[in-house]
C-alpha cells in the first residue's frame, strides 16, 4: 500500500537466531558515521558490530575472513562500486547478506543495488526502529527498504509505459556506474579501477551513455544530474 510504513517482505519482527547475537559488518569511509551506526547497531539486542572499515576493499576482505551475517555498505565507497562488493559476495558463494545505506533514494539507485542483490536499502534519515527491524528482516531473509522511499513507484504501476521513456531508466547497470562516477569527478583510469574494468570498456560506456541521454559532456552530465538529485558532490 503507497505511504505503508513498512515495506518488507516477511513480517517477522525478533532478532534471529536466538542463540547468539547476529554479526554485522560496518563500511563507510566517513569515521563517526562508522563509529555512530556501530553504536546504534550494537544497542538493539541481538546483534553485534564485529567489525568497521573504511574502504571497499577492506570490507569484502573482512566478509570473506569473517562472514558476518550481514554487511552495511555505504553507497559511495571511494576505492571500489558498492555494487561490486555485492557481486563478488554473491559469486564467492559467502552467506553474508549484504546492505546498502546512503542518503539517495532516487529510483535507478535504489533499483540498482537491489538488482545487484542486496538486501536491502536504508537510508542514513533511518530512525532506530528502522534500523532494527531492517536488521531482523536481513538475518531472518527478508528484504528491507526504507519506508520513505516509495518502493511501488521503483517498478512502475501496472500499464503505464511513461515512465519507461524517461532517459535514465534505459541506462544498463554498468552505465548508471559510469555516470554515477563520472558526475563525481572521477576520471575514467580511476573508474576503471572502481568497476575492474579496462580504460577502453569504460570509454565505451560513457560514450553510450551519452548517446542515450544526449549529453555529449562532462559538464552536461552534472547538470543533468544535479537537476535529477542524482548527485553527490563531494567537496574537494
Not at 518502493?151 to 556506474?177: K, W
Amino acid at each position: 500500500m503507497p505511504g505503508s510504513a513498512t515495506q518488507t517482505i516477511t513480517t517477522t519482527f525478533s532478532p534471529t537466531p536466538a542463540s547468539r547475537r547476529a554479526e554485522i559488518l560496518i563500511a563507510d569511509e566517513l569515521t563517526l558515521m562508522r563509529e555512530g551506526l556501530s553504536a546504534l547497531c550494537n544497542s538493539i539486542a541481538g546483534y553485534t558490530v564485529v567489525s568497521q572499515v573504511g574502504t571497499a576493499t577492506a570490507a569484502l576482505a573482512e566478509i570473506q575472513r569473517l562472514q558476518p551475517d550481514v554487511a552495511l555498505l555505504d553507497w559511495n565507497l571511494a576505492d571500489l562500486a558498492a555494487t561490486e562488493v555485492i557481486r563478488r559476495v554473491r559469486e564467492l558463494g559467502l552467506r553474508t547478506r549484504c546492505a546498502v545505506f546512503s542518503q539517495r533514494k532516487d529510483k535507478k539507485t535504489v533499483l540498482e543495488a537491489l538488482r545487484t542483490g542486496a538486501c536491502g536499502f536504508l537510508l542514513k534519515t533511518s530512525t532506530y526502529d528502522q534500523m532494527a527491524e531492517a536488521l531482523t528482516q536481513f538475518v531472518n531473509g527478508g528484504i528491507y527498504v526504507s519506508p520513505q522511499i516509495e518502493v511501488m513507484s521503483l517498478f512502475g504501476e501496472p500499464g503505464s509505459r511513461n515512465q519507461v521513456e524517461d532517459p535514465i531508466e534505459t541506462l544498463s547497470s554498468r552505465e548508471y556506474q559510469v555516470f554515477t562516477l563520472l558526475v563525481e569527478g572521477i576520471r575514467a583510469k580511476e573508474i576503471a579501477a572502481r568497476l575492474q574494468l579496462s580504460p577502453k570498456t569504460v570509454d565505451t560506456y560513457r560514450s553510450s551513455l551519452m548517446r542515450k541521454l544526449d549529453i555529449h559532456d562532462v559538464a552536461g552530465l552534472v547538470k543533468f544530474a544535479i537537476k535529477r538529485d542524482l548527485a553527490d558532490l563531494k567537496a574537494s
